[in-house]
């Protein structure tokens, strides 16, 4: 057995983990926020001014609060395209050091926004704020876990994630009052501060130090974010495997003239040598949003409304719910199964309960729509929602990391954007007003879902197997 088999995280390791999760719950936590609170922010269901103090609410029409929500997507694309130079130039801790700042101020201004304008300055800068993170979190845990468990701490990612949805719905059923929504938002701003706060405590990537030539600092940070049962002459091991087994490979593929310095953007887009690492990733993150789950997450209350109008926001919270607990099995498995045979399962499962719910809602068949929503949600835990995520840095040479991660999560935000955009008016277009027609659309999003995944599968074949 190799010295790497029983490396693990010290104690502070974790807590570094812990850290970096934070601005992916808060990804997760802003994808709900405002829907959760909109009747009673709009004025729908209260009155505008307390005297003496914020208004307990803000007029605006439907479309003004979809602008808001969407300049969170702006932001986020905004901060992705960014977030490689922050990240190369800075390091990947004041990446998410920034990441930080952007969701304090954010929703701190949202918290107490006494307009729509202040509102959606704020909504900008948290999105901005989760670009960045996104982009950045992945990417920090890939470069200090061991090598045997490093596929199951990027699970972690997409676990805030939907634990962050999932808060932000809790909150919400207890919060949606005129007196307290404003909590909702500045729990995340609070969240941010203490991150910020907590950041002196935490230690920069070695594989960043490394690549800074910083060598001596790389190895006392390893010998602070790892214990093994070896000899302490070996510390290197969880990292240096597979970075000499990249390496390897690097020197076959040509790439090895890409790893001196930083590969930007642009030397990115146009090298032949990165070309499959740019398409695998870019067709796992744009797979991800082509399934449809944000527009399940969105619009689940719209889309069962005639046929479970009172049991909306419980339906929502119960697909949340789902999400979350079937985002632990792939913790367990992703390093003994594999990346590709989980998204292979992933995908398949996917497409059959789209399938089964353009059907159910086109029948009417309550049982299988609802059922087959709860199937979906499942099957995207178990390997469209972590994997793409966990992938950027096993595909690519280290310094191409930061700039395909930049790419690929821009990609996801302007999927994710026109998603949100157009899914509503998509259906009513399909359905052409009949109710009973409403499923067409999953029938759409099942063959998007199929192309992507056709390119995914045809460009990942990953090169080692995962440890068994």
Request: glycine share 8%; hydrophobic share 45%.
């Amino acid at each position: 057995m190799s010295t790497a088999a029983v490396t693990t995280f010290t104690l502070h390791g974790w807590l570094v983990c812990t850290w970096v999760l934070v601005v992916s719950f808060q990804y997760g936590y802003h994808i709900s926020a405002l829907n959760q609170i909109q009747a009673v922010l709009t004025c729908r269901t209260t009155s505008r001014f307390v005297p003496n103090t914020l208004p307990t609410c803000i007029p605006m029409s439907d479309a003004t609060f979809s602008l808001v929500t969407s300049m969170f997507t702006v932001g986020g694309f905004l901060g992705s395209a960014t977030a490689g130079i922050a990240m190369d130039r800075h390091g990947r801790k004041a990446a998410l050091q920034i990441s930080g700042l952007f969701t304090a101020v954010g929703a701190g201004l949202m918290g107490v926004a006494p307009s729509t304008i202040l509102l959606l300055f704020g909504r900008f800068l948290t999105g901005c704020g989760a670009g960045i993170g996104l982009c950045t979190g992945p990417v920090f845990l890939a470069e200090i876990a061991p090598s045997n468990i490093r596929g199951s701490v990027g699970v972690l990612t997409q676990l805030a994630i939907v634990i962050g949805i999932m808060i932000t719905q809790l909150l919400g059923l207890r919060m949606a009052t005129p007196t307290l929504w404003r909590f909702v938002l500045l729990f995340s701003s609070l969240a941010s501060v203490v991150q910020l706060c907590l950041s002196r405590f935490i230690v920069e990537t070695p594989v960043w130090l490394k690549q800074q030539g910083r060598t001596e600092d790389s190895r006392a940070v390893q010998k602070c974010l790892f214990q093994q049962a070896g000899s302490s002459d070996s510390i290197e091991d969880p990292l240096i495997d597979e970075t000499r087994q990249e390496s390897r490979h690097a020197s076959d593929d040509n790439w090895g003239t890409l790893r001196s310095t930083s590969v930007s953007t642009s030397e990115l887009l146009t090298s032949p040598e990165l070309r499959q690492p740019l398409v695998v990733v870019s067709s796992a993150m744009i797979s991800q949003q082509l399934s449809g789950i944000n527009a399940i997450l969105y619009y689940s209350n719209e889309i069962l409304s005639h046929v479970l109008s009172d049991a909306g926001p419980y339906l929502s919270l119960g697909i949340t719910i789902v999400n979350t607990l079937m985002t632990f099995p792939p913790i367990f498995l992703i390093d003994r199964v594999g990346r590709r045979p989980l998204l292979l399962a992933s995908v398949i499962g996917a497409l059959a309960s789209l399938v089964l719910t353009g059907y159910g809602l086109n029948t009417g068949m309550v049982i299988t729509s609802s059922i087959s929503i709860l199937i979906f949600v499942m099957s995207f835990a178990v390997g469209l929602g972590p994997v793409p995520f966990i992938i950027i840095s096993e595909v690519a040479p280290s310094r191409a990391v930061s700039a395909l991660s930049s790419v690929a999560l821009s990609l996801n935000w302007i999927a994710n954007f026109l998603i949100g955009l157009a899914f509503l008016p998509l259906r009513n277009q399909l359905s052409g007003g009949d109710s009973t027609k409403e499923g067409r659309v999953f029938y759409v999003f099942a063959g998007l879902l199929f192309l992507s995944s056709s390119v995914l599968f045809q460009s990942y074949r990953p090169r080692t197997r995962s440890l068994s």
